[in-house]
């Protein structure tokens, strides 16, 4: 099934990253990625997460490639596995420490 995160619950009222727990702080960092690399590419169709997949198959951390999308109709981040095809949306995630899009632009 597919993972759904909104990112914003990792975060406190004044948006920033709270003291978590070193496995929170792991996958925080692992969705900060996805986010930050879908926003930089926010025009292009995908575009190839430099993080490694975290799932673990057969009893070994996966490590494959992650690539990840914006979806046109809710502005969601999706993201999934080339090899293991383990995948997740992240909402919430505008206006975030992640979201790299250029404003100026806009
Ligand atoms: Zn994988």
């Known amino acids: 099934?597919?993972?759904?995160?909104?990112?914003?619950?990792?975060?406190?009222?004044?948006d920033e990253i709270p003291d978590l727990p070193l496995e929170a702080k792991a996958l925080l960092?692992?969705?900060?990625?996805?986010v930050e690399a879908a926003?930089?590419?926010y025009d292009r169709p995908v575009t190839l997460v430099d993080v490694k997949c975290r799932a673990t198959v057969d009893g070994k951390t996966c490590l494959?490639?992650?690539?990840?999308?914006?979806?046109?109709?809710d502005n969601n981040i999706g993201w999934e596995c080339l090899e293991c095809e383990d995948d997740g949306i992240i909402s919430e995630w505008v206006g975030t420490i992640w979201d790299r899009r250029d404003y100026v632009c806009h």
């Open 1 to 14: 099934m597919t993972m759904v995160t909104n990112i914003r619950h990792f975060l406190d009222e004044e």
């Open 29 to 34: 960092s692992f969705l900060g990625s996805i």
């Open 39 to 41: 926003t930089i590419a």
């Open 64 to 73: 494959g490639e992650i690539e990840a999308w914006v979806y046109a109709e």
